[in-house]
């Protein structure tokens, strides 16, 4: 394929004017959301309550998402790839991690391997287990020569597993995060808040605005806009309570903003625990889900009916959500042709986010008309990593896994759900070595089409950005390809 070359010239042109400006407003923002990360370090971390507080604020990549899903550069300023399987990065220059050191393309060399050995937990471990080797002809240029051709390549390293880290402080970043972003880390008080401050020396696309960035942790809905309402939060980029938050539209004092994300709201099954072995069952649970009733009780029907683990955000994405419709007299018919005509009782494992415990209100009381009796058990996060992600002890969860790429997830078999298809995996890997974008469209559509007629998980429908902030906060993202909110972005502006 013939080389292609992406150069940042919207960034170029941005950097002319360098240093912080000087801007009238509000020293310090305060953002609520309602998980706190279990640590700082989004490489070595799964939960997405860590990219949600780290990635384009404390970490960047070589390349970055815009809000609609489109990739741009970021610490790279242009690339050129031959045959998707020799990628050359060319890094920007002046760029300095929050420590003062500079970056070079040491510092992307060592990252990539780190996420390879043998300690790494990167969740994307794969997308560097790939790269044959990793060269560095000078300081600011990166060459990467991959095992398998990746046409998928610059939007993996978008993610914050990709996040470039510094070798001097790669092993504290958990707890004392440096990177290379518009904020730099200041203290974390467990269970309540993080506080942020501008760093200085940022030469981004973007000078960020705000000197001072408090991230509060509130997971209760209620209190998220109690706190809003009496000043004590300027900008909750997820709404808990959608349907409280809308009281608020006609008040001239917010603004209420509805996008989409890349996140699919779905019950993950553990395809290794019987009875989810059995496809008959799982496709009899699908037909007992009402997707838009689920949708309404949870999301107020913001969401769009999805089929497989990627959404419209997603270039590459089909429509799937017709292969199972709610259909209680099928459901009943696969129950008993699978054995299970008097259904079974099975645990719903669950993280305590306001959203995710509706749906499973309203999920449990859906599979009790076709005899399934779940148990809902809430667990802490770290206790859902531990006894869920890791252990696998667990027959359903609830998730929205917001980052790009997920239904790749599917593509390991010891990943969550344990789904092991040997004609999923192949499509996936053919569709990343495609020379072509036709190639590669099919490949992808076909590898779609398969699993959603595998059931491996039950997508209900896209996840929403339902965000609310108060009106002199502008510059915030209405759809996020990602879970990311990238408070470099942000402006006061007093109105």
Do not use: C
């Not at 707890?175 to 501008?198: A, H, M, Q």
């Not at 029907?301 to 419709?325: C, E, F, R």
């Amino acid at each position: 394929m013939k080389a292609r070359q992406l150069v940042g010239l919207a960034m170029a042109a941005a950097m002319i004017f360098g240093g912080v400006p000087a801007f009238a407003g509000k020293d310090n923002l305060v953002m609520a959301l309602a998980t706190e990360p279990p640590g700082l370090d989004p490489t070595m971390q799964a939960s997405t309550a860590v990219s949600e507080v780290t990635w384009m604020n404390l970490f960047e990549g070589l390349t970055r998402f815009d809000q609609d899903g489109k990739i741009l550069p970021a610490l790279a300023e242009s690339w050129t790839h031959e045959g998707n399987k020799v990628f050359t990065f060319k890094l920007r220059s002046g760029v300095k991690f929050h420590d003062g050191s500079e970056l070079s393309s040491a510092d992307v060399k060592f990252t990539f391997e780190r996420n390879i050995s043998d300690k790494s937990t990167n969740k994307r471990k794969r997308v560097f287990a790939n790269m044959e080797s990793i060269e560095t002809p000078d300081p600011l240029t990166v060459k990467i020569t991959l095992k398998e051709p990746s046409a998928l390549l610059p939007f993996f390293l978008a993610e914050a597993t990709a996040a470039i880290l510094s070798p001097k402080s790669a092993d504290k970043n958990g707890t004392n995060p440096i990177g290379t972003g518009p904020y730099k880390f200041v203290s974390w008080t467990r269970g309540d808040s993080l506080r942020l401050e501008r760093f200085a020396d940022y030469k981004g696309p973007v000078m960020p605005e705000f000197p001072r960035v408090t991230i509060r942790f509130i997971n209760d809905e209620n209190a998220q806009l109690s706190a809003l309402q009496a000043g004590d939060v300027d900008y909750v980029p997820v709404v808990a309570a959608i349907e409280n938050a809308e009281t608020l539209k006609n008040d001239n004092r917010f603004v209420l903003e509805v996008g989409t994300t890349q996140g699919v709201m779905f019950v993950g099954l553990n395809n290794k625990q019987d009875p989810f072995t059995n496809l008959k069952i799982r496709q009899a649970l699908y037909h007992a889900l009402d997707r838009e009733t689920i949708d309404l009780g949870t999301h107020n029907g913001y969401g769009k009916p999805m089929g497989a683990q990627i959404t419209p955000l997603n270039p590459y994405w089909i429509d799937t959500s017709g292969v199972y419709k709610h259909d209680i007299a099928q459901a009943k018919k696969l129950l008993a042709e699978a054995g299970k005509k008097n259904g079974f009782e099975a645990n719903l494992k669950i993280l305590p986010i306001p959203s995710t415990r509706r749906a499973a209100e309203i999920i449990a009381a859906q599979l009790s008309q076709v005899g399934v009796k779940v148990k809902i058990e809430v667990l802490e996060t770290a206790q859902w990593l531990e006894v869920v992600f890791r252990n696998k002890n667990y027959d359903m969860t609830i998730l929205s896994q917001q980052e790009p790429w997920a239904i790749l997830n599917y593509t390991d078999p010891k990943y969550l759900y344990q789904y092991d298809s040997a004609e999923f995996r192949a499509l996936v890997a053919e569709a990343e070595a495609s020379p072509t974008e036709e190639g590669l469209r099919e490949k992808l559509a076909a590898a779609q089409k398969r699993l959603a007629a595998d059931a491996p998980s039950l997508w209900l429908y896209s996840f929403p950005k339902v965000g609310l902030s108060r009106k002199e906060v502008t510059g915030f993202w209405k759809n996020s390809p990602l879970p990311a909110y990238p408070l470099g972005e942000l402006r006061w502006v007093q109105k």
